[in-house]
């Protein structure tokens, strides 16, 4: 079993091709509950490819984007080279290597439940920068997941039943009374958004490859798990396209 900070290492072609963005909507909830200013500093923890972070830069924020795979920090300096806000940092949730009180928001993007939250709630109220008002905390973190609809169409339901046999995380999301323990007197703001990506058969085998938990191309299960994803592909496909529908859930709140 590999460490979390090596499952995507033999994956970061796949992830950088295949792995959905965040609606904008998300962004926008963000400005509201955060109050984020035309460049705010944001840190982005967990950042893999960028696929965040490049939304972030986008809206006009200077992100430090934490890492603590090689492979997918190096496919993120890479894609990102022309962004002037974009710093990227070998680091991790629990010890971002960061100085004390430099970001105006903490963002995790479908990597929180990766990441001790014990000792990640006292890096992240580290770096965050301190509350003028003493009495109300203004640390603002924000998790983030994007979660495949199960039941969104027959589609949907048969994809989720083929990952069962594959998926042995256990975990994607994290409960909400787990977020209670973890934002200050356990209150944060929940909004969710639905989106999906429209795939052809090579977009929905390299989607499926992306998973941390895909077998390794090249084996024997990797050929199944091929063969199974172009049957699932063959029965349901509209026009030669298929949709995977997501989930954006947002959880923000104080530490």
Known sequence: MK??????????????KYRPGYPHEVI????SQANLKDHSTIVDIGSGTGIFTRQLLDAGYKVFAVEPNGEMREAAEQLLRNYSDFISIAGSGEYTTLSDNIADLIVCATAFHWIDPVKAK????????????????????ALIWNIRQPDADQFSI?????WQSYDRSGKQDVSEPQLGSFFFDGIFQAKSF????SFDLPG?????????????DGTNEATEFREKITELFSRYEHENSIKVHYT?????GTV
């Open 122 to 141: 006292v890096e992240f109220a580290r770096v965050l920068k301190s509350s003028e008002n003493q009495l109300k905390s203004s640390k603002n973190v």
């Open 28 to 31: 926008e909830f963000l400005q």
């Open 158 to 162: 048969e994809y989720e039943k083929f």
């Open 3 to 16: 460490k979390a900070t090596e499952r995507f290492s033999d994956k970061v072609d796949s992830y950088v």
């Open 248 to 252: 954006a859930k947002v959880y923000i």
């Open 194 to 197: 639905t989106h999906a990506q």
């Open 204 to 216: 929905l085998i390299g989607r499926s490859f992306s998973s941390s938990f895909s077998p390794k």
